[in-house]
């Protein structure tokens, strides 16, 4: 079963990640783009990488066939994770746009940087960007009070009830989670 563990910059899935290593073979997916050159350039006004998704796309299928022949979990953990074909659900964690503005700020994030990920957040870019993408497979856990550890747990909790063929809880069904007032804020 594959996974996409996605959100914007600073909701915690690199860290949250990091705790499920023992539950589900994980994969940085910006680690591989830029490991793997799985990108066409360098955008210099936002200082990152241009991925290449159909680059990404083959090396994701060719690194993970093995692993699911073997019954594994996967988890593909990165901002684009979950624009990649073949994913059985998604996984997008979230923050309150004030939160993550602080997060990004500790991290050196320019001002510029900050302000387009606060504004993602608060109009669900990703979010909407996975549902478009797979539909009825799309759940959200809020990061924003909860500990590493808690939204690790929160998360193992939705995959024992994908893996177990359960219903998700309610409270992690996509919608609940509202910033929109944040984005009016920030005009």
């Given at each position: ?5 996605t959100g914007t910059p600073g909701t915690g899935k690199s860290t949250v990640a990091a705790l499920l290593r023992d539950t589900a073979r994980i994969i940085d997916l910006n680690r591989s783009i830029k490991e793997k050159k799985l ?149």
């Amino acid at each position: 079963m594959k996974i996409a563990l996605t959100g914007t910059p600073g909701t915690g899935k690199s860290t949250v990640a990091a705790l499920l290593r023992d539950t589900a073979r994980i994969i940085d997916l910006n680690r591989s783009i830029k490991e793997k050159k799985l990108y066409t350039g360098v955008d210099r006004l936002r200082n990152s990488l241009i991925a290449d998704l159909t680059k990404i796309q083959s090396y994701i299928n060719s690194i993970t066939t093995n692993i699911e022949l073997l019954n594994g979990l996967i988890i593909i953990e990165g901002h684009l994770s979950h624009m990649l074909r073949g994913i059985d659900a998604v996984i997008v964690l979230r923050c309150h746009p004030r939160v993550l503005e602080k997060r990004l700020e500790d991290r050196g994030y320019t001002r510029s940087k900050i302000d387009e990920n606060t504004q993602a957040e608060a109009l669900d870019i990703i979010l909407c960007e996975a549902i478009d993408e797979a539909l009825d497979r799309v759940y959200e856990v809020d990061t924003t009070n909860r500990t590493p550890e808690e939204t690790a747990n929160a998360v193992k909790e939705i995959l024992k009830c994908l893996i177990d063929g359960e219903r998700v809880p309610p409270e992690y069904l996509p919608g609940r989670i509202d910033w929109i007032e944040e984005a009016e804020k920030r005009r």
